[in-house]
């Protein structure tokens, strides 16, 4: 085909049009540009997405299942039930409380979870996240029959309290009096520190085994629910899973999937990343425009040669198929560059964390990355299209070519 090699000659012009290879270049550089900063940018957000996402489900479960009472008293049964059903790999009860936890240096708001270890750590990674002392340890009484707790790592520097310190659980739901109401204290001993990568749970959440929590509120032998594990292939269908634990209940029962429960959160990140993509898009939009000028000069240059190839008897078509060409060829060049490009700087940035975060404002401490072919399909075939929708205006104006009105 001599189009093509017409269109690689006229990119590279003679040294006395040397501004038209210049704008040419600057074109390619765009789109380049331009791609490499969508890929980047896409990355970080599905990074930051999927990585928020482990650390909550590293906290909390994938479903919870509830009753619309708050409580609930046959929990070991159900929590039978619910390992029978397809898909669910674990299981365990779980106590929630609002109260205050002082020591020696201090106090703070906290909330309370009461866990059952044994089954607790098939559920969620409590075991994982522990950076002092074990998930057992709850388990494990001295003689002083003192209970033992968990605390965050943020929390526990805030008390100035260490694995053998005490602390005490005041809760202000105590009995009513002469006096007024008395609040509740229970000295524990600190037996583990965790550490779940997020400021909100490491400053505000402290784990008791969930006897000793039922003890401390007085509650008696219920739960607020279950939280239960699905296999991780299904997790994105973790609500057909809720569905089915419904079913197998029967009525009386609430089950809650980690998406429904975090929806608002995580649809503010595809908002965003939509946003980002749109905005980005906008720097390709620009190299476009310059391949549109540049185009034109090679036209309004070229309109001899236009002119004598279309008496020796080139068509219309042939001639627009010609700058057709020359554009395809930098949107090609320059979406090739950028999509090298961007998965190089992703991988550079994945392997060496050049850019930390702080722990007290983000959920993890450095730049997340998580390249989604996908998304890489989306940015290269967005730019093709782009660049080759500009190069149609160009390409038409030099098919309008007649010989006649040029070479007169």
Aim: with cysteine; glycine share 8%; proline share 4%.
């Amino acid at each position: 085909m001599y189009e093509w090699f017409i269109s690689l000659r006229y990119l590279r012009a003679k040294h006395k049009h040397g501004f038209i290879s210049l704008i040419s270049f600057i074109s390619v550089a765009g789109i380049t540009v331009g791609v490499i900063a969508l890929i980047v940018v896409l990355a970080v957000y599905s990074g930051f997405t999927e990585g928020l996402r482990d650390q909550i489900l590293g906290i909390n479960s994938h479903i919870v299942v509830q009753q619309p009472g708050g409580s609930m008293r046959n929990y070991e049964l159900v929590r039978d039930q619910i390992l029978a059903v397809e898909d669910v790999e674990g299981a365990t009860p779980y106590l929630y409380a609002q109260t205050l936890l002082s020591s020696s240096s201090g106090g703070n708001g906290v909330v309370l979870r009461g866990i059952d270890p044994p089954t607790a750590e098939n559920v969620i990674s409590l075991s994982e996240q522990m950076i002092e002392g074990s998930i057992d340890n709850l388990l494990n009484k001295n003689d002083d029959n003192i209970p033992n707790i968990i605390l965050g790592k943020n929390l526990a520097q805030d008390l100035r309290v260490h694995i053998g310190g005490k602390v005490r659980l005041i809760s202000p739901s105590g009995p009513l009096t002469p006096m007024g109401i008395i609040p509740k204290i229970k000295t524990c001993r600190v037996s583990g520190i965790f550490e779940s990568g997020m400021f909100e749970y490491d400053s505000s959440l402290a784990y008791m085994a969930v006897g000793d929590v039922q003890q401390f509120l007085e509650s008696g032998d219920i739960v607020h629910g279950i939280e239960v594990l699905i296999d991780r292939k299904k997790i994105n269908k973790a609500d057909e899973v809720a569905a089915a634990i419904v079913a197998a209940l029967g009525p009386g029962f609430i089950a809650k999937d980690w998406m429904s429960m975090n929806q608002n959160l995580f649809a503010a990140f595809k908002l965003e990343k939509i946003g980002m993509f749109i905005c980005l898009t906008l720097i390709i939009l620009v190299a476009a425009l310059n391949i549109i000028s540049a185009l034109i000069m090679v036209v309004m240059e070229k309109g001899k040669d236009i002119a004598i190839l279309k008496s020796m008897g080139a068509t219309s078509a042939s001639i627009m198929r010609i700058f057709f060409l020359q554009g395809a060829i930098i949107a090609l060049t320059g979406t090739t560059l950028g999509v090298l490009g961007g998965l190089g700087l992703c991988e550079l940035l994945s392997r060496y964390k050049f850019i930390e975060l702080p722990s007290n404002v983000y959920p993890m401490t450095t730049l997340p990355i998580k390249v989604l072919p996908g998304d890489i399909v989306i940015v290269a075939v967005s730019a093709v299209l782009i660049t080759l929708l500009a190069t149609l205006y160009p390409s038409w104006k030099a098919s309008q070519v007649q010989p006649a009105e040029v070479l007169s």
